[in-house]
């Protein structure tokens, strides 16, 4: 059951439950391309191994979904993963004006590292780390987010260098 949109980036994020679970999960969901499921949802759900208290944990993943959209029908696959009940940092910062104090900010930059840390060891470099992408779990522990641009270890090539503004030096000087 989606029950409404929660974000609206690139792709829309949905709040979805089913009636087997009494718990929601966030759904994301690719339009398809020409040629089949898109680009960006095929390198996302490679990363469905990542298990770390820091990381959005991926629960299922689909394909192919004919979904209506009015009258017409529409081809989408879609990701279901763990739901940050607390949005990202982002609208935290903007929002809430809070002051905050170093021991706030060290708990999160400690959270922050452990996950970078964590992908590192396992060959992932994210490539896109800023405030929307981190969300505040259950707990109001950090979630790390949105792996649709991410780069695995023995990749051919990088096929982003994140968003604009927030690239990696090292990716941005090679250009």
Same mark, same amino acid.
């Given at each position: ?28 969901? =690719?339009?398809?391309? #020409?040629?089949?499921?898109? !680009? /960006?949802?095929?390198?996302? @759900? $490679?990363?469905? %191994? ?39 940092? =982002?609208?935290?910062? #903007?929002?809430?004006?809070? !002051? /905050?104090?170093?021991?706030? @900010? $060290?708990?999160? %930059? ?66």
């Amino acid at each position: 059951i989606i029950h409404k949109r929660i974000a609206k980036a690139k792709f829309s994020i949905y709040l979805a439950s089913t009636p087997s679970f009494s718990e929601y999960f966030a759904m994301k969901v =690719f339009p398809y391309s #020409k040629d089949g499921p898109s !680009l /960006f949802y095929m390198n996302e @759900i $490679r990363f469905a %191994f990542l298990k770390h208290p820091n990381i959005i944990n991926q629960i299922y993943a689909e394909p192919l979904r004919q979904a209506h959209l009015g009258t017409q029908k529409i081809k989408t696959s879609y990701i279901l993963s763990e739901y940050a009940p607390y949005g990202d940092f =982002f609208n935290l910062l #903007k929002n809430h004006h809070i !002051l /905050f104090e170093e021991k706030f @900010i $060290r708990t999160y %930059f400690c959270q922050l590292v452990s996950a970078v840390e964590y992908l590192h060891s396992n060959g992932v470099a994210h490539l896109d780390l800023k405030l929307e992408n981190l969300l505040l779990g259950f707990d109001y522990q950090l979630k790390v987010t949105d792996f649709d641009l991410s780069y695995l270890e023995g990749d051919q090539s990088i096929n982003s260098e994140g968003s604009e503004l927030y690239g990696a030096p090292e990716l941005i000087s090679r250009c």
